[in-house]
């Protein structure tokens, strides 16, 4: 069965540094993966997909993710964090009958 | 992005009313899911479509039904709501052959 696991509850950062939030998946045959964010009281936003090709992944808001296949991971990332990134953040996978599979979400903080 | 609309947003009613979720989508897709999710907590896939007059269960038993008789429109059901039924209902949907699902902003149901 597919499934992705984030193994963090929340991420903590400081403005301005960078920032990783983790996702590792379980698939079988090529992974389809992506990155939601959810702000308070909000649906969820489309970030970034990795279908097939590079593995380094630009999205929105100046995020991107890094697939690694030797590793199973999908983790998104910010060169540098702003106050207004704080949010939660799900990975998914798309199974075979095109449903999203989600991860457990990932609070990030960025403190001023 | 897709263009996906819930109505209502916020709902507060009694123990054993029925309630009716409504989402319709602007851009033709096929295919409809809803996810229930609990405040900062993970999303569960509660029912999809393929396209009109196809529906199916999700992963995450629920007393809602839907309904897909026209492509835009995929209403959710509750016959008669309890408190256990107090949730954020997602909506969302992609296009044939798309690899993004695209959520509208939500429907906050509180059950008192």
């Known amino acids: 069965a597919q499934s992705v696991a984030q193994p963090e509850d929340q991420v903590n950062v400081a403005e301005g540094n960078p920032l990783t939030v983790k996702c590792t998946y379980s698939v079988s045959g090529n992974p389809y993966l992506f990155w939601y964010v959810q702000y308070p009281n909000r649906g969820l936003q489309f970030l970034l997909k990795y279908i097939t090709g590079d593995n380094l992944v630009k999205g929105s808001y100046g995020f991107e993710a890094e697939f690694n296949k030797s590793q199973t991971s999908f983790h998104l990332k910010k060169p540098s964090a702003l106050v207004s990134d704080s949010a939660l953040y799900f990975c998914a996978v798309r199974d075979f009958t095109d449903k999203l599979i989600f991860g457990t979400g990932t609070r990030l903080q960025v403190f001023p | 992005e897709a263009d996906i609309y819930q109505t209502p947003r916020y709902l507060v009613i009694g123990t054993g009313k029925k309630i009716t979720l409504e989402c319709s989508q602007t851009?033709?897709?096929?295919?409809m899911y809803w996810y229930q999710q609990d405040p900062g907590m993970e999303l569960h896939l509660i029912h999809y479509?393929?396209?009109?007059?196809?529906?199916e269960k999700g992963d995450l038993s629920s007393e809602s039904t839907v309904s897909r008789i026209r492509t835009e429109h995929f209403p959710l059901t509750l016959e008669s709501a309890r408190p256990s039924h107090t949730s954020q209902y997602l909506c969302?949907?992609?296009?044939?052959?798309?690899?993004?699902?695209?959520f509208g902003e939500g429907s906050w149901l509180t059950v008192v």
């Open positions: 851009m033709g897709h096929d295919k």
């Open positions: 969302a949907s992609s296009s044939p052959g798309g690899n993004t699902i695209y």
């Open positions: 479509s393929y396209g009109v007059n196809s529906t």
